[in-house]
């Protein structure tokens, strides 16, 4: 399984991380995204149902990808950094 998943990253150029396993500095802007689901959302509310969790933690999520600022990201949502990303890499491409 390890050998497919190294594969596919190599064909996709997707650099895999290096660091140790278990270690929050190797992916910290991910640690901070399940800090702040877990801060603003899961830690204020209790859900009924797993139903109900799920859908109020793909609200969350959309609008943590689509509307919120991260200043990891230079002030812009992950969605428009991406956008700005992928057509300059197009751009370069031509």
């Avoid at 509307?67 to 002030?75: K, V």
């Amino acid at each position: 399984m390890g050998r497919e998943f190294r594969g596919l990253c190599e064909r996709h150029g997707i650099a895999q991380s290096v660091g140790r396993t278990g270690s929050s500095q190797d992916n910290a802007v991910a640690e901070s995204l399940w800090a702040s689901l877990k801060r603003e959302l899961v830690s204020r509310y209790r859900f009924a149902t797993r139903a109900e969790a799920r859908r109020a933690i793909m609200a969350w999520i959309n609008h943590y990808n689509g509307r919120r600022r991260h200043s990891t990201l230079g002030n812009v949502a992950p969605l428009q950094w991406e956008l700005s990303h992928f057509r300059a890499q197009r751009a370069e491409a031509a």
